[in-house]
């Protein structure tokens, strides 16, 4: 007999953020609010990698000089999602970073990687 309180791991809806993605939008708020940022979008942009694959970054970011940044938002990293990206990043001509949170003990904020 199954737990009703139970469920199994699994991809939120489109277009619906995991808390870690909420955090990361509050940073982009701010950035924006800063003048660092003029614009931002989540799931904004569909990249077609191949036939039937494609890559949605969870955040489309404009800089305010113009420059267009995709940031993959992740806790933490499965295969798949990174190879993703860094086909992503061969394909096409824009900045594409990771975001990852950093622990408490570590300060916090944010650690960034660019592909």
Known sequence: MM???LRA???LKTGEMNKTEMAYEAHLFVRKAAGEVLWYKFEGIKLRLADNTFYTPDFAVMLTNGQLEL???KGF???DAR???KV???LYPMQFIAVQPKPKKEGGGW???NF
């Open 3 to 5: 737990n009703k309180g």
């Open 83 to 85: 190879v993703k990206i």
């Open 88 to 90: 992503a990043a061969d």
């Open 111 to 113: 650690k960034f990687e």
């Open 9 to 11: 791991l699994g991809r």
């Open 71 to 73: 940031h993959e938002v």
């Open 77 to 79: 990293w499965q295969d």
